[in-house]
């Protein structure tokens, strides 16, 4: 496999809107067949160059379904008649908006009377109960599947990235990130500062050997960006250059009920409005077994070994797109 680049955490992205999951933010690929990506990418750190016609093609990995199965089609059909929106907009919205209001009023009443007694044991329960709230006033519903690794040892994980879903975003939980996620040691920086970004690394491997903070493992977005929960592109190489043991996380969206994909040029509020007027959203979660690099194994390659197990255990397509290049597909796009 080829190898891959750098990695981030972070980052914006799109989304299809419909809830038939049949429109298109995007142009369709073209391409029959993936075109060369250039050599001079594959190790570099540098924002990668592509061609418009290697662009179009990898379009494919940000749009929605350009199709549905026949029996898919028509319970969405059902589920989007007049009486499902009255009901979901109606009934589910108001339901779920109190759910959000009472979960939110609780934790920022609780948070600081954990944070003046510096217990990161209160504070680490009440952001774990608040994520729950958040995600059950969205329509969350998990299927975890495996065992999740309980490791005594220095870990991380990694998953592919669909949605801000995954992981709590900043913008209107920023607050929350802010005095409840990084009092628990987890990282943030900014992208689009290069000081940041060069001293990641050392920050990373700093984390996942402290005694102090490993014992709360880190979980790493190594695609860099938001994929559309069809494929899986580039994992860049960071998480794989630490020199502790990567715990594979799959994780799967079912598109039934609206397309998962977020759209951050729409906003925060939008999406979370958009999910929590859909019926339901099933994810799937694979914890595969830990893995650690083969003895001739680089960390680029390790990270294409990690990426074939996330990519396996969804049932995903894998594609060699470097994510850092997706700002540029959009201009191109918007042309």
């Known amino acids: 496999m080829p190898p891959h680049e750098e990695v981030t955490q972070y980052s914006e992205d799109t989304f299809g809107q419909s809830d038939l999951s049949t429109d298109l933010d995007i142009a369709p690929s073209p391409a029959p067949l993936p075109p060369t990506i250039r050599q001079k990418s594959q190790y570099s750190t540098d924002k990668p160059i592509y061609s418009r016609k290697e662009l179009l093609y990898y379009s494919k990995c940000f749009t929605t379904a350009t199709a549905t199965q026949r029996q898919e089609r028509t319970v969405t059909d059902i589920l989007t008649s007049i009486p499902s929106a009255a009901f979901r907009y109606g009934v589910l919205l108001p339901f779920r908006i109190t759910t959000l209001t009472a979960s939110t009023v609780a934790f920022f009443t609780s948070l600081p009377v954990a944070l003046i007694l510096e217990s990161k044991t209160m504070v680490s329960t009440l952001v774990k109960y608040y994520c729950k709230g958040i995600l059950y006033s969205l329509g969350v519903y998990s299927d975890y599947q495996g065992i999740k690794p309980n490791l005594k040892e220095p870990h991380v994980f990694v998953a592919n990235h669909t949605s801000y879903l995954d992981y709590i975003h900043q913008g209107a939980l920023g607050f929350l990130q802010n005095n409840g996620l990084n009092y628990l040691n987890s990282m943030t920086f900014d992208r689009s500062n290069p000081d940041e970004r060069k001293s990641l690394s050392q920050k990373l491997k700093n984390h996942v050997m402290s005694p102090m903070t490993w014992p709360n493992p880190m ?3 190594p695609e860099g960006t938001c994929v559309n929960n069809q494929y899986t592109i580039r994992f860049q190489k960071g998480a794989f250059e630490l020199g502790v043991k990567v715990c594979p996380v799959g994780i799967k969206y079912d598109s039934t009920y609206g397309t998962p994909y977020w759209d951050t040029r729409k906003g925060f509020l939008y999406y979370a409005f958009y999910r929590m007027t ?13 893995q650690v690099p083969l003895p001739d194994e680089d960390p680029v390659e390790f990270g294409d070994r990690v990426k074939h197990v996330v990519t396996s255990s969804i049932g995903l397509q894998s594609e060699n797109f470097n994510g ?3 700002r540029d597909m959009l201009k191109m796009l918007d042309m």
């Open 278 to 290: 859909r019926w339901v959203t099933p994810i799937k979660v694979v914890y595969n077994d830990p």
């Open 324 to 326: 850092m290049a997706k």
């Open 219 to 221: 979980i790493i977005f």
